[in-house]
């Protein structure tokens, strides 16, 4: 899976690395350098990704939208 770092966000202790794989946007959510989830946002705008990451830094997306959202990979 090719993936490259698109943006990334940091505020106090929370980042959010946007992360471009193949066609779609992901995002990595890290606090205090522990990543807490990723979630997919396949077929969704960069803007609509942006303003996700910028969400989470500011605390607006939670842990609890973090844990129903996030993806696993095996």
Known sequence: ???ELYLEYELGNKTARIMKR???FE????ENQKQMGTINYAE???YFVEDAAENWCNGVLTHETLNRYKVVYN
Not at 27 to 30: A, K, T, V
């Open 1 to 3: 899976m090719k993936q």
């Open 44 to 46: 969704k705008s960069r």
């Open 22 to 24: 193949n066609d779609d």
């Open 27 to 30: 995002i990595d959510f890290f």
